[in-house]
Structure formats: structure tokens, C-alpha cells
């Protein structure tokens, strides 16, 4: 057998990891936003209080999370490492 067919074997057989820092740009994000939004924003406009103003604006931030993560996801199928 090859060295080259046997990494290839090797990389095939073991997931990508998702490193934690790989999320740092959207805590970047998401906590300006959370805590402007909703501590200074929000408070003192025409829309404070628990609405449909509110509610859409939290689900926007957190569809925001989850197509972040999906974009991840998309980017590292099919990268794998080799075991150390």
C-alpha cells in the first residue's frame, strides 16, 4: 500500500473539528448587537416592551447564529485531519 493511499485513508475516516475560535467572530456580533439593541436602543424607543417588534428582532439575530453555523458546517464538509 501507498503512503500517499494510506493518508488518504486516514483523513477520510476522521471528522474536521470545529475549533471554538472559529465562533469568535460571531460573538463579535451577536453581543454589540444583543446588548445595544436591547439595553440602549429598545428601551428608549416607541417599540419598548415585549411585541412583534421585539420578538422579530431577537429571532433575526439568532437565524443570524444559525446561518453562521451552517455556513461553517458547509465550509469544513468534507475537510478532515489526520490523527496526531
Known amino acids: 500500500m ?5 493518508h488518504r485513508e486516514l483523513e477520510t475516516n476522521h471528522k474536521a473539528v470545529m475549533k ?9 456580533f451577536v453581543v454589540p448587537t444583543v446588548v445595544i439593541g436591547f439595553g ?5 424607543s416607541c417599540i419598548a416592551g415585549i411585541n412583534d417588534l421585539t420578538i422579530g428582532f ?3 439575530v439568532a ?3 444559525v446561518t453562521y453555523w451552517v455556513g461553517l458546517r ?3 464538509e468534507g475537510q478532515t485531519i489526520a490523527p496526531s
Request: charged share 5%; with cysteine; glycine share 4%.
Open 74 to 76: 458547509t465550509q469544513h
Open 20 to 28: 471554538p475560535s472559529y465562533f469568535y467572530p460571531l460573538l463579535g
Open 63 to 65: 437565524s443570524a447564529c
Open 2 to 6: 501507498e503512503p500517499s493511499q494510506t
Open 58 to 60: 431577537a429571532i433575526t
Open 40 to 44: 440602549f436602543v429598545i428601551p428608549k
